[in-house]
């Protein structure tokens, strides 16, 4: 394996990890925030606390790093 490939590979596995990461921060905060919105114990109420929180435990944010900002149309430039 060459100098380049073994550099490429050690990028890709930096990406990776960093998108790891803040897919994780990102699933934290996304479950906080939805603990402390009003919508929590409407949850709460329709489907009992052990099922509310069970299936918050299954929410994951994900992050889509290819999309960028004209893509996802949030931009002030895509108005």
Known sequence: MG???RNKAKRSAQES???SYFAERFTYHMKKEIR???F???M?????????????RECKGEL???VSNDEAGDCSTDL
């Open 64 to 66: 889509k790093p290819e």
């Open 44 to 56: 709460v109420a329709e489907f009992g606390e052990e099922q509310a929180e069970q299936l918050l």
């Open 36 to 38: 402390n919105s009003e």
């Open 17 to 19: 990890s960093a998108v």
């Open 3 to 5: 100098k380049g490939k």
């Open 40 to 42: 929590w114990p409407k």
